[in-house]
């Protein structure tokens, strides 16, 4: 930790850090403005990666990943934004996709 970096972290840590444990470490550290919009891409997170997903808030997470985006386009330079950032709109849909396609097999398994 002499450099302070985190190296060799597993899929599940970076979960819990971006979940849970960075929103504990800025707080004192960042603007309110700019913590703001990271806490809420760590809610963001947090509710996409959740075991119970409530389909009626797709289109609200929709939303609050576009207010997201623009939020840290505000406080971040150009630089930041690559193509992965982006994707963080796309997750919601595709969330959706995966959902219904498996709200509907278990509707034609119980059907049989």
Do not use: W
């Amino acid at each position: 930790m002499k450099e302070l970096k985190l190296v060799g972290l597993k899929s599940h840590d970076c979960h819990m850090l971006m979940q849970q444990l960075l929103v504990v470490d800025i707080q004192d550290i960042l603007p309110n403005k700019v913590r703001l919009a990271i806490t809420r891409l760590c809610f963001f997170f947090h509710a996409i990666c959740s075991k119970v997903i409530d389909p009626v808030k797709f289109d609200e997470l929709e939303n609050e990943a576009a207010i997201i985006l623009c939020q840290l386009k505000m406080y971040f330079p150009p630089a930041f934004f690559d193509i992965m950032i982006h994707l963080i709109v796309h997750l919601s849909e595709k969330l959706n996709v995966v959902v219904l396609f498996i709200c509907s097999g278990c509707t034609r398994l119980s059907d049989t």
